[in-house]
C-alpha cells in the first residue's frame, strides 16, 4: 500500500495531520504487509506530526516491525532524520 501525504493532508505540521496519517498508517499496517509513505511535495515534518503520526504507533507494533514494514520515499533528509530520531529516542526510553 501506497500513502502519498499530499493527497491526503495539506502538509506535516501539526499534531492534527499527524493524528490523521496515524488512523490511515495504523489501519494499512494492521491490513497489509509493507506500507510506503511518499512525502513527494511535503517539504518538512514538525516533531509533533511525527510523534503522533508515527512514534503513537510503538503502542502496538515493534519498532524493528516498523523499520521493517514501514518504507518512506520522495522525502527530506530533514523528515528522514526527524522519524529516526523520533522512533530511536522512543524506543530506548519504552525499554
Do not use: W
Request: hydrophobic letters at 40%.
Amino acid at each position: 500500500m501506497v500513502i502519498r501525504i499530499a493527497d491526503i493532508l495539506p502538509g506535516a505540521n501539526t499534531a492534527d495531520q499527524g493524528s490523521r496519517l496515524f488512523e490511515i498508517l495504523h489501519h494499512a499496517l494492521r491490513d497489509s504487509g509493507t506500507v510506503t509513505i511518499s512525502f513527494d511535495g511535503i517539504q518538512t515534518a514538525t516533531s509533533s506530526f511525527v510523534n503522533v503520526a508515527f512514534v503513537a504507533l510503538l503502542d502496538d507494533f515493534s519498532y524493528e516491525d516498523l523499520r521493517s514494514r514501514i518504507r518512506v520515499t520522495n522525502s527530506t533528509r530533514q523528515i528522514n532524520d526527524m522519524i529516526k530520531t523520533r522512533l530511536e529516542r522512543s524506543r530506548s526510553i519504552a525499554a
